[in-house]
Nanobody, 124 residues
Framework: QVQLVESGGGLAQAGDSLRLSCAAS????????MGWFRQAPGKEREFVAA????????YYADFVRGRFTISRDNAKNTVYLQMNNLKPEDTAVYYC?????????????????WGQGTQVTVSS
C-alpha cells in the first residue's frame, strides 16, 4: 500500500501563490508517476499535472498555462504543486495521486492511490 498526505492548502486572494505538498509513504517503490487533480463543488475531478519520479517528464493540463509548476523531491518522497497567480476558479479540493505505471496520464481511473485532499479557496 501507498499512503499519500497532502498539505499546503488554505485561503488565498486572487493573484496570490500557494505551494501544495504531497508526502508519499509505504510501498512507494511500486509507483512511477505522481499526479495532482482537483475537484470543485458540483464538478468532476479534473487533471492538473503529473510527473515521473525517475525523470523530469512532466505533463500539464492546458488550463495551467504556465501558472502551476509540479516538482518532486525523491529523497523526501514528496511532490509539490506550486500555484502562482491564483484565480477564484482555482478554488477546489486538490488531490494527490500515484500510479503504478511509468506512463504519464490525465485519467483518474489510471491512478491507483489517492490522498484525502487539501482545500484551496481563492477569493476575488
Amino acid at each position: 500500500q501507498v499512503q499519500l498526505v497532502e498539505s499546503g492548502g488554505g485561503l488565498a486572494q486572487a493573484g496570490d501563490s500557494l505551494r501544495l505538498s504531497c508526502a508519499a509513504s509505504g510501498r512507494t517503490f511500486s509507483t512511477y508517476v505522481m499526479g495532482w487533480f482537483r475537484q470543485a463543488p458540483g464538478k468532476e475531478r479534473e487533471f492538473v499535472a503529473a510527473i515521473r519520479w525517475s525523470s523530469a517528464m512532466i505533463y500539464y493540463a492546458d488550463f495551467v498555462r504556465g501558472r502551476f509548476t509540479i516538482s518532486r523531491d525523491n529523497a523526501k518522497n514528496t511532490v509539490y504543486l506550486q500555484m502562482n497567480n491564483l484565480k477564484p476558479e482555482d478554488t477546489a479540493v486538490y488531490y494527490c495521486a500515484a500510479r503504478s505505471s511509468p506512463l504519464l496520464s490525465s485519467y483518474t481511473y489510471e491512478y491507483d492511490y489517492w490522498g484525502q485532499g487539501t482545500q484551496v479557496t481563492v477569493s476575488s
